[in-house]
């Protein structure tokens, strides 16, 4: 039964009605007269459901429908045309029984009351999500603990830094224990650290209280920290679902090998075993053909002078923009216009 | 909800004290009814004018004065913001109402008022000891209730006007015509007995007189019986038409929200 997923998503559209309007006066005056309206189709027909606990990557370039389709799950938006269901709800109806159990994190929209500290806000939250008073000082306490917050909770927000404020800013949209959360680039802006930080609350938060959990971010680090699972989308369309190890196998038809020599080369040529990519000193890495990595690595071994060899796979973020590239092709030899739509 | 008011007041309460400056200059900004009594009042040296003595027109001006300061609103402002930047996502993720969050700043900034208005209503009552009023248990109750009436009827207006922001960009003019509608025919300008017939008999059953005119009528000691009730049901009438007015244009506008800029 779809209804035991707490997100399932069937068919789902939002489109824009986006009314085009030429620059100068002269496009102000015409677009006054006669209004061009066309469709943007921010996401377009897409299905996917995801498990109780699930933490999923949502990934693709600026302007795919990432956000839009947080916003359609989260009842920020209506959607155009499909199902969106989440804890068997209907998000777009705002029930407050809904409200109540999820939670959206907007990485670029705040929250917080920007001229007082943040408890302020904690404690109207609490009011508002009728948060019982034990569990709101039990939560607190935990929250206070997770994110070292002890020392910010009295200043007033304007006053902390960028990192510090996205800490409050996750503790007051955790506040009331959501069990579904949708985190919309939530490291953005911050320093490694911080991101680092972040990202191992949202994985304890998922532990803790078995969370079920959709990411966006623009840093891979988040997600291949935190997601076995990812959902790739480009222009409101669904590429992949699935295993992210999977995703590069499938996408990436190399693997890299990394050699180490023990003495240098004396002549011997490293193409004949496959793509170089760089050589230099006692150094190479070499681009192998998926299938045929172990007969090539064993040729190595036995040929050249080798101290070490490490096997891996492409770094994700190659991947990722291959299948972007991949997808961009498609459509244009499908004869569609790649339009750039935020 | 009581609950949940508190803490929303008390949030308030914060940001106003935090501006509490800016508060006293917009507090000044509403001081039109006092010019207007400066005109009336030089203009009435002769002898009264339809009825108004210069006194009757400092009793006037002085609660239309207090009246006003303590229905006005200035929803629109964030909402129209809000609705174009997308700011309004943070509060439709709120299991609550967002006009209740606006409402809750609303009352913290009469709160804020008070404090203020009242010593220098005193002083006023000093400086002008012979202004005087029709204070009876009924008209009291009667002046309370139509003050409410009066906020509730300039903040749901004006939040009607608000949410056509979810479809045009220029919702703020709209409401600019309308706030200039209720200067002319909100006893602003003049006391609505000073008008011609024509005009004060459809200006009487026009929403703008209950939005700031009709309390100071009450206690003024003009109104029969039958003006008192027939006002009050028209009152009632206006209080119910934008109340369901915002609730139907609510509902529609929310699904016309995009949530841009985020």
Redesign the interface.
């Known amino acids: 039964m779809s209804n035991n997923f707490p997100i399932h998503v069937e068919h789902l559209c939002k489109y824009?009605s986006v009314h085009q309007k030429e620059s100068g006066l002269a496009g102000s005056l015409k677009s006054f007269v006669r209004r061009k309206y066309t469709d943007v189709k921010a996401v377009d027909d897409v299905s996917f459901t995801i498990g109780a606990g699930e933490i999923v990557g949502f990934l693709g370039p600026n302007g795919a429908g990432k956000?839009t389709t947080l916003?359609v799950l989260?009842?920020?938006?209506?959607p155009t045309r499909g199902v969106a269901r989440v804890l068997g709800f209907t998000p777009?109806e705002?029930r407050?029984?809904f409200?109540?159990q999820i939670?959206?994190v907007?990485g670029?929209?705040?929250?917080l009351?920007w001229?007082?500290p943040a408890l302020?806000?904690f404690?109207?939250?609490?009011?508002?999500?009728?948060i019982p008073d034990d569990q709101f000082k039990k939560t607190m306490r935990e929250l206070t603990e997770l994110l070292e917050l002890a020392p910010l909770l009295k200043k007033q927000v304007r006053k902390l830094s960028l990192g510090e404020r996205m800490k409050c800013e996750l503790a007051a949209a955790l506040l009331h224990r959501p069990q579904v959360l949708f985190l919309?680039e939530p490291t953005i802006g911050l320093d490694v650290t911080m991101q680092t930080k972040i990202r191992q609350f949202v994985c304890d938060y998922n532990e803790r209280y078995g969370a079920t959990i959709i990411l966006t971010s623009h840093y891979m680090a988040d997600v291949t920290a935190l997601c076995q699972r990812v959902i790739v989308i480009d222009h409101g369309k669904l590429l992949y679902d699935g295993d992210l190890r999977a995703l590069a196998e499938k996408i990436a038809p190399h693997k890299l090998i990394r050699v180490e020599f023990s003495q240098p080369l004396n002549g011997q040529r490293l193409e004949e075993y496959g793509e170089v990519v760089s050589a230099r000193d006692q150094h190479a890495e070499l681009l192998i053909p998926r299938d045929a990595t172990s007969d090539v690595a064993a040729r190595m071994l036995a040929q050249l002078p080798i101290a070490d060899v490490t096997i891996e796979e492409p770094p994700i973020e190659d991947v990722i923009t291959r299948v972007f590239e991949q997808a961009a092709k498609a459509r244009a030899e499908r004869g569609e216009k790649d339009e750039d739509e935020e | 909800m009581l609950r949940k008011y508190s803490a929303l007041l008390r949030r308030a309460m914060g940001l106003m004290l935090e501006y509490r400056a800016s508060i006293v200059i917009w507090m000044l900004t509403g001081v039109m009814p006092l010019v207007m009594l400066a005109v009336w009042f030089s203009l009435a040296e002769g002898g009264p004018i339809a009825g108004y003595s210069q006194n009757d027109f400092v009793s006037y001006y002085l609660l239309m004065t207090l009246v006003r300061q303590l229905t006005n609103v200035w929803v629109i402002w964030e909402l129209d913001y809000e609705i174009r930047h997308g700011d309004l996502s943070i509060k439709l993720l709120h299991p609550i109402n967002p006009i209740h969050e606006y409402i809750a700043s609303h009352l913290a900034d009469k709160a804020f008022r008070l404090w203020i208005l009242v010593p220098l209503a005193l002083v006023a009552w000093l400086i002008f000891p012979t202004i005087h009023y029709d204070v009876t248990p009924i008209t009291l109750t009667l002046f309370f209730g139509a003050l409410a009436a009066a906020w509730i009827l300039r903040f749901l207006s004006q939040y009607c006007f608000g949410i056509l922001a979810f479809w045009i960009s220029q919702a703020i003019t709209l409401n600019e015509i309308w706030f200039a509608g209720m200067l002319m025919l909100g006893g602003v300008v003049a006391p609505l007995d000073l008008f011609p017939d024509q005009v004060r008999v459809i200006a009487n059953y026009l929403p703008f007189r209950f939005m700031l005119s009709f309390p100071v009528e009450i206690v003024s000691g003009r109104l029969t019986p039958t003006d008192l009730l027939v006002g009050s049901i028209a009152m009632i009438f206006w209080v119910a038409f934008f109340v369901v007015l915002y609730r139907w244009l609510w509902s529609r506008g929310i699904r016309q929200f995009s949530a841009f800029g985020a």
């Open positions: 824009y956000t916003k989260s009842g920020l938006l209506y777009s705002r407050a029984a409200l109540r939670t959206l907007m670029q929209k705040q929250q009351s001229d007082l302020e806000t404690l109207v939250n609490a009011a508002i999500y009728e919309d």
